[in-house]
């Protein structure tokens, strides 16, 4: 990912929000509780406006990381991004894609498609934060929501490596279009943006080979320009979500495998149930009941974000490298099953961007 640079103002590198959106404070202690959130991604800017926004401070310490060059947000996830951040206009002037072009294990079928296509520095940099001055040396409760080296490994279920290439598209490649194209060993995710530089991920098999094998994506594309470093694609979840005064947020909790589509929404819902979680905490709620409600959330977002992935992986080829991934993904199963079982029922459950204890 090295080649995905973007670079930050250096006064923008740490931020304090102390929003009181239209939805006014809920916090109503004296002295606000001080929250630090370490990360600089769409997880880490939604918990910093929700929580500013209910009264709390935030600061958030930012790492110069590159930034993904394409993000596909559906419909569904724009609104809801919309939502958090009280802004219906938000990302309406991004380029549209209206059709899906899937060769999965058959022939290609086009099915109809809702989404946009955005950089990941234009996403983030479209969502409101107020700048403020530096992190204090106490905090009473750290969101990490980036992947840190000193965090433990999280539980992988799979191995699957992939690769992000710049191509360029011939002129006949409809930009309104994306096209998924699975293959012997992997598969291939090609979306464009006009006027913009194009991105192929690859997942599974190299980039090359892939290309070499591909009926359906190499016949759009008239060169590869470059391509990223190998990045992890298979679906992630840190054993220990949250501690004491720390929890989890975003990739640093749990990464879903790219084939849903759904991992920068994913990161949103993360974001508006650790916020929540916090404002519960910091009104005197139950913390520790609170925190393994957090936990055992995300556990059964993992968990249907396999079965999803397993119904992709049944069916998209009949190969080792197929079987061996499906395999991954029915442990991965079984893990989450098993940790969910231990939990208990669900004691809440979200209203609006707050918890309430569920009845009876
Ligand atoms: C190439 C690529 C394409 C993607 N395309 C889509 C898409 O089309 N639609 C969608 O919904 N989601 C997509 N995702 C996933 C989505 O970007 C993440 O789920 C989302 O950004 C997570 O938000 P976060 O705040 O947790 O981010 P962060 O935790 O800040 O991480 C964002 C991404 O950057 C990576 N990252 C973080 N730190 C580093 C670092 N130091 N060096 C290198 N990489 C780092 C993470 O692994 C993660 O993939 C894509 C991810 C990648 C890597």
């Known amino acids: 990912m090295e080649e ?24 109503g202690r004296a002295a606000p509780a001080h929250v630090l959130i370490r990360g600089e991604g769409i ?14 401070r935030v600061s958030c310490e930012r790492s110069d990381r590159p930034r993904i060059p394409a993000v596909l947000l559906s419909d569904a996830a724009v609104a809801l991004i919309r939502d958090v ?24 079928a086009v099915v109809a498609h809702g989404a946009v296509v955005v950089s990941e520095a234009a996403l983030i940099d479209s969502l409101p934060i107020n700048a403020g001055p530096d992190i204090p040396p106490t905090v009473d409760l750290v969101v990490q929501a980036a992947p840190s080296p000193t965090l433990p490994p999280p539980h992988r279920f799979g191995s699957r490596p992939a690769v992000a290439a710049e191509v360029r598209l011939k002129p006949t490649a409809d930009p309104a279009s994306c096209w998924i194209e699975a293959l012997e060993a992997g598969w291939l995710f090609l979306v464009s943006r006009a006027g913009e530089a194009t991105w192929l991920l690859g997942v599974g098999d190299a980039i090359d080979d892939a290309l070499a094998e591909s009926r359906l994506i190499a016949p759009l594309i008239a060169d590869v320009r470059r391509h990223s470093g190998t990045f992890d694609a298979c679906p992630r979840i840190a054993d220990a979500l949250y501690g004491e005064d720390w ?14 589509g ?34 055992s959330m995300l556990t059964a977002s993992m968990r249907r974000h396999l079965k999803l992935c397993a119904d992709f992986y049944q069916t998209g080829g009949d190969g080792s490298w197929w079987d061996t991934e499906l395999k991954a993904l029915v442990e991965g199963h079984d ?14 459950r979200l209203s609006g961007f707050r918890l309430v204890a569920r009845e009876g």
Not at 45 to 53: E, F, G, I, K, M
Not at 86 to 93: C, E, I, S, V, W
Not at 265 to 289: C, T, W
Not at 335 to 348: K, M, N, T, V
């Open 247 to 260: 929890l989890l947020c975003g990739t640093a909790a749990i990464a879903f495998d790219p084939i849903c």
């Open 43 to 56: 997880a880490a800017r939604c918990c910093a406006h929700l929580l500013a926004s209910a009264g709390l």
């Open 262 to 295: 759904d991992g920068a929404a994913q990161a949103v819902r993360e974001a508006i149930l650790a916020s929540a979680v916090i404002m519960g905490i910091m009104e005197g709620g139950d913390a520790p009941g609170l925190l393994a409600h957090y936990q």
């Open 335 to 348: 893990w989450c099953s098993a940790r969910l079982a231990s939990a208990g029922e669900p004691r809440y």
């Open 85 to 108: 951040f009280g802004q219906p206009g938000l990302l309406a002037d991004s380029a549209r894609i209206e059709r899906r072009v899937v060769a999965w294990g058959g022939e290609p």
């Open 4 to 27: 995905f640079i973007t670079s930050y103002d250096d006064d923008d590198t740490k931020f304090v929000g102390m929003l009181n959106g239209d939805r006014g404070p809920v916090i």
